[in-house]
Structures are given as C-alpha cells and as structure tokens.
C-alpha cells in the first residue's frame, strides 16, 4: 500500500524567496535542521549507541534518507503504511514501534519483510502467534519486539515475568526472531523539569533492566533495548539499559518541546508560513487553522516574519477550521493585511500530517522541496 | 490546482461488510445521511430559502454533487483550492465565504470564474480592488459578498456604515458583481442552549438588516444575505433578512453538534471505525489518535460496535498521535483485541480532512467509496 505521489502540487519553487511561498505552507530552515540531525548522531555515536530515528514525526522519505545517511540505523513507524512507504523509499531496516493487528495488516507485515529487515512489536501472546503465520506463510522472518509499559500506561506487558513469558513465546514461534524489548516512555518525554524526567526514565530504565535480566537470565536472547524520545533521550541514552534511541521530534521541535526546561535544546527548524488575509482594528486573522495545525498541545507561537525576523508581542489566541486570530499585547504590532508570517506549531506530529510538502529554505530562498510522502499513511 | 485523486487506496472494497474494513476509516450510514440531507433541503424549500451547503465540512464532490441534486444552489467553501476541486467535480456555482489575498490566489479564483459561478467575501476595499484586477485581467466577472462581523470577532467589517462604504467602492469597480452581504456568526453554533443561540441571532439578524437597509437606500443591489450553520439555521431561515443558508455539519454531525440542545436534532451519520490493538486489564487502545481525529472540541465518543449494536460506559479519555485510550465505567465492559468499535468524533471538519476516503454503508455492507478529493486543499 504505497501512494503514487503526494497529492497536491508544491506551494513553493525552489529558488523562490521565502516571502514569495505561497501560504499555508510549512518551512524548513535547511541550517537548523541540519544542525539537528547533525547533533543527534554525534549524541548516538559518542555513546555507540543505535540511533532509530522516528519517521512518524516527519512522514517523509527524504528526511528518512538524511537521517540514514548520519548512521542511523533505520527509522521506527507506528503503522505499517507508513512502513510500506519508507521502504519504497529507499530505508533498509524499520521497526513498527507499534503493535499490529489483523489479518490483513499482518500479510503486509510479512511481504514487507521479504523486501526489508522489519520489526514489530508485540504485548500479546495471540498476536504474536498471528504474526509468526502470517510470515511463515510469506516465508520471511520478522524481528519480534515485546513491549513493556514502562510508564506510558498505554500498550505493552507488565515489565518482569509477563515479559518473559511473551519473550519464551516469540522464541518459540517459527519465522520470528526475538530482538529485545520496546521501552517507550511517551509522557516522560513532555514533563517539563528535568528533575520530573530524570526520574520517570530512572524507573523505566529499571523497569527494562529487570526484564532483560530475566530473559538472558532464561537463556533467550535480548541484543536490543529500544525506546526513548527528543524529550528525554540523553537519560535513556546514559542508563547503560537501553542501546538504541527513536527521538524524531528533535529535528523540526515544536512549541511544546520548547517548553521543556533542557540544558540542551535543538533549535526550531520548522515553521508553518500563514498570511494575513482580514485586519481589525484590534486584531489580524491568519489563513491556518485547525486544518493547517493540531492545537491538542495549545496555540502555534508566532515566531517571525517571512524573512525570519522575530516578531514580539504576537499571541494566537483562538483557532478554528480555517482561520487563526491573533492579538498584539506591545511589542511589534499587528501585521498588515497580506503580509506572511512564521509560526512554531504546538504539536509537530500531526501538524505535519496535514501537510503534503516540506519547503526547504536556505538564505531566504527555497533550496528544496520534499513531499511527505507519508501523509495520511494510517493503516 | 485540482489533485490527480486522492493518495491512498481505499480502506474497503464495495461489498464488504463493515466488520471488513480496514481500520482507521471513516464510514457513512447512508440512510441517516440521506435522512439529514433531505431534511436540510425540506427546510430551506419549505421556506422559500437558497441552500448553499458547506463543502469545507466533507471536502468531497460526490456530497456536493448529492446536496445539489437535492436543491442546494451550489456550495460554499473557505479556500480556492477547494473551489477549484468542486468545481472540477461538477459545481456549477460556489461561493468562497471568506476573504482571499494575494495576487496568486485571486489569478485562480478570477480563472474560475470563467469556468462557474464564483462568489467571493471581502472585507477591505484594497483587497476588492485587488481582486477586481485580476478578474478584469482574466476576462471574468465575480459574485462578491460583503462581509460583516455579527458576532464572531474574525473577518468582516463592523455593520453598518462601514458596510455601505465597501458595497459602494464594490459596485464601483469592474468585473465585480456585488451580491450582498455574508453574515455567518460561527460561534452562535456552539451555544448550547436555545435561548442562547436566539439572542446570537437576533442581534445578528438585526446587525444585518441594519447593513441591508442602507445600501438599498443608498441605491445599490442587495439580493442575498448569506450565513447560518447546523446549530443555529431554523433562527436565520426565520429572520426575515438571512435569504440563503450555508449548513455543513448537518450531514454527519459530530459530539460537539451533539451536546447542543435542541428540538430536532440531525442523526449522527458518520463514525470512526477503529480497532482494539492492545489490551490491558484496565483499559483498551485503539488504533486511532491525532492523526485519525481532531480533538480540539472533546474526546470522540464510544458509540458502538461494527455492526451499529449500541455500547455504553465506554469513555474514551486519552489521545495520543496514533493512540486512543478507551476506559470502562460499568456498561458494555472493554472491548476484545482486534475488535472493532465506532466512535462519533469530536469535531467533524478538522476529523474528515485527516483522510482519503468515506465508506458508506447500508445494512451492514459497504455500498459506496467517495474519495475526499478536497482534503488537505489548504491554498
């Protein structure tokens, strides 16, 4: 199940000045995002760590590839569309960090994984026996996660002896083979203090040592513990627990992130680009809304101009379908009717799956243009 | 700028039953959908009223092209770019109810109107120039409504006098048609009681007839006051001013429409179908989240199984991009894995631009695809 191609042209060409790009768009400052990348794979090497990277954030191919070429070792997804997507795309190893279920989607699985190494994660005994027919019967071999709930309260077994008796059961299934344990704590990673966070991914970090220890204790194998977010990637990546980091937001960020009291922050790198299209007296009102931004983590920030210059004193304050209205309390006043914008989404994950192209921009100018390829993907 | 067609294939094939579909969908009982459309346009018709639907709500041509058949004198849409794709779709005439800028967009939208009837909303006498250029450049002549704030603080001028000055500077350039006035008041929608809601559209009843009554005076046309939505259309429809009603959620519906009360509520007739894919004793996780539904109005809500069988007690209380954390208060208990429930969601808008396709079912088996071919058209 892979799109033919994304489905809207591109609101930009490349060699276009920023403030030509027509609006809504999302923008990707090329420097920062490379010096994101850049940082993250120094992080993991230094360490001889593996580095994951999540595709679910980005969705996007190119990006996948960049991230590869910095020595990742692959990408993670959370569905396997997504999956489908980011082979065809050139990626050789991906993990579905994520449980699958269902006929349908498990033959996917296995015909993916004759064409790739893929894995999957498991936190049930039925599912897991579901998974090993379906690739015997595609003859492939599957890389087999079980995953714990480490904290998320979410999917994955009770870490301990539940852990081990799925891991005996993946062992002892035909065309699977036990790779480790899934370890993702999701909420750790927007706890704002570091302190609130060092301390959540110590118990995780517990939690999966203890249930590694039993399974080589048991004599089965567990070469990979894997998890770990943008938010909270320098502890797991210290606990001597976990040997393999699926950050992705890290690469873009987003104005939640940006809340989180860090000694080490990335650097914004994307940006929605929205217009001016109505002015009141005491207000502008910005051509995005709810279709162009996720608010489930609060209000965009108004960050620049088109050519980037900060703005101050701008506030979205109230979004709906369409439209984003925004206030001025001092600082740089309102924006004139038709001038454009940069905006920090709230949330970058679902922001920029209601996108369909990253706008790579260099110096003022569009230097690349990548569609996101994956958009959409969610079965 | 039309798409090819929509990116992914469809999650059902016709035929199949609902419990075969491939999750996440959105599915469409087309009894109740066709129960809500007739009754929509039996209200207008019984009133003598102009039906325009709103298409930002279903972004899809086959709704548009159903609600035309039923008497609807085109629709509405927010952005150009879902102009262009209903107009593609067989449209004959469409007003975009909002304010356009720049000089790209208005080149479109002038080359539409060469294609069908194009109205547009402005706000600002600049902006009318503008696009009374570009229509006069391409050949076209455009319908222009203009707008004014009855109460929802967005776009519009303030009614009256302020009204009048832009009807005259309207009437005065070429290639524009002015048709009167567009009065929407989108928050009176969500006013949850009646009284409510009548006090909202009195006052914007009287903020529009006030702005009628002076540009007929000043001698200049005013055919058509244009606004009105699913929660407050019986108010303007009995106004005497508002001549043309512009309803989208009515078709489907959504929780938020549904906490309103009201004397005759529309069916819900869309629902996410979502599956079970990890089990703990105290919760259930479905394969839907952030990225299958907004939740920028509430939680979805748990409504049945597969088959349309009632479930209670099931609270769906925790979004996460891919994820949705279902909890049992008493009722139905949690569902099994690799179930199949049906949710109503939150918000109906934002949640149909998140995907590709609609499923319509009847008894139990799918009977229509309608791709979402104005999904993601942002521009």
């Given at each position: 199940?892979?799109?033919?191609?994304?489905?809207?042209?591109?609101?930009?060409?490349?060699?276009?000045?920023?403030?030509?790009?027509?609006?809504?768009?999302?923008?990707?400052?090329?420097?920062?995002?490379?010096a994101?990348?850049?940082?993250?794979?120094?992080?993991?090497?230094?360490?001889?760590?593996?580095?994951?990277?999540?595709?679910?954030?980005?969705?996007?191919?190119?990006?996948?590839?960049?991230?590869?070429?910095?020595?990742?070792?692959g990408v993670?997804?959370?569905?396997?569309?997504?999956a489908?997507?980011?082979?065809?795309?050139?990626?050789?190893?991906?993990?579905?960090?994520?449980?699958?279920?269902?006929?349908?989607?498990?033959?996917?699985?296995?015909?993916?994984?004759?064409?790739?190494?893929i894995?999957?994660?498991?936190?049930?005994?039925?599912?897991?026996?579901d998974?090993?027919?379906?690739?015997?019967?595609a003859?492939?071999?599957?890389?087999?996660?079980?995953?714990?709930?480490?904290?998320?309260?979410?999917?994955?077994?009770?870490?301990?002896?539940?852990?081990?008796?799925?891991?005996?059961?993946?062992?002892?299934?035909?065309?699977?083979?036990?790779?480790?344990?899934?370890?993702?704590?999701?909420?750790?990673?927007h706890?704002?203090?570091?302190?609130?966070?060092?301390?959540?991914?110590?118990?995780?970090?517990?939690?999966?040592?203890?249930?590694?220890?039993?399974?080589?204790?048991?004599?089965?194998?567990?070469?990979?513990?894997?998890?770990?977010?943008?938010?909270t990637?320098?502890?797991?990546?210290?606990?001597?627990?976990?040997?393999?980091?699926?950050?992705g937001?890290?690469?873009?960020?987003?104005?939640?992130?940006?809340?989180?009291?860090?000694?080490?922050?990335f650097?914004?790198?994307?940006?929605?680009?929205?217009?001016?299209?109505?002015?009141?007296?005491g207000?502008?009102?910005l051509?995005?809304?709810?279709?162009?931004?996720?608010?489930?983590?609060?209000?965009?920030?108004?960050?620049?101009?088109?050519?980037?210059?900060?703005?101050?004193?701008?506030?979205?304050?109230?979004?709906?379908?369409?439209?984003?209205?925004v206030?001025?309390?001092?600082?740089?006043?309102?924006?004139?009717?038709?001038?454009?914008?940069?905006?920090?989404?709230?949330?970058?994950?679902?922001?920029?799956?209601?996108?369909?192209?990253?706008?790579?921009?260099?110096?003022?100018?569009?230097?690349?243009?990548?569609?996101?390829?994956?958009?959409?993907?969610?079965?």
């Open positions: 199940m892979t799109p033919a191609h994304t489905q809207w042209p591109a609101p930009a060409a490349i060699g276009m000045s920023v403030e030509e790009v027509d609006t809504p768009a999302l923008i990707v400052e090329l420097d920062a995002l490379e994101n990348l850049a940082r993250m794979a120094a992080f993991a090497r230094g360490r001889g760590l593996r580095l994951r990277t999540h595709a679910k954030m980005h969705k996007c191919t190119a990006m996948a590839r960049k991230q590869v070429a910095l020595g990742a070792v993670c997804c959370q569905k396997v569309s997504e489908e997507v980011m082979v065809a795309g050139g990626v050789p190893d991906v993990l579905i960090s994520n449980e699958v279920v269902g006929a349908p989607k498990l033959a996917r699985v296995a015909a993916l994984a004759r064409e790739a190494r894995g999957v994660c498991v936190d049930d005994a039925r599912a897991a026996r998974l090993s027919a379906a690739a015997t019967r003859g492939a071999n599957v890389d087999v996660y079980v995953e714990i709930d480490v904290g998320a309260r979410r999917c994955g077994v009770v870490p301990g002896e539940a852990a081990l008796q799925l891991a005996r059961e993946v062992a002892s299934l035909p065309s699977l083979r036990l790779m480790g344990l899934q370890a993702y704590h999701g909420s750790a990673q706890l704002r203090q570091p302190e609130e966070r060092a301390a959540a991914i110590a118990e995780a970090s517990r939690l999966a040592k203890l249930s590694k220890e039993l399974i080589l204790a048991a004599g089965l194998p567990c070469p990979v513990v894997t998890g770990a977010g943008s938010g990637f320098e502890l797991e990546g210290a606990s001597g627990v976990y040997n393999e980091l699926q950050p937001s890290y690469a873009f960020m987003d104005a939640d992130y940006g809340r989180n009291v860090t000694a080490a922050p650097a914004h790198s994307l940006f929605i680009l929205a217009s001016v299209m109505s002015r009141a007296p207000h502008a009102v051509d995005v809304g709810l279709k162009t931004h996720s608010v489930d983590s609060g209000m965009p920030l108004v960050h620049a101009d088109a050519a980037g210059r900060p703005l101050t004193g701008l506030e979205y304050r109230k979004a709906s379908d369409e439209h984003g209205v206030f001025a309390a001092g600082g740089t006043g309102l924006p004139t009717l038709g001038s454009k914008l940069r905006l920090i989404p709230g949330h970058i994950d679902p922001t920029v799956n209601l996108h369909d192209w990253l706008v790579g921009v260099r110096n003022g100018r569009v230097a690349e243009l990548w569609p996101i390829d994956a958009r959409g993907a969610m079965w």
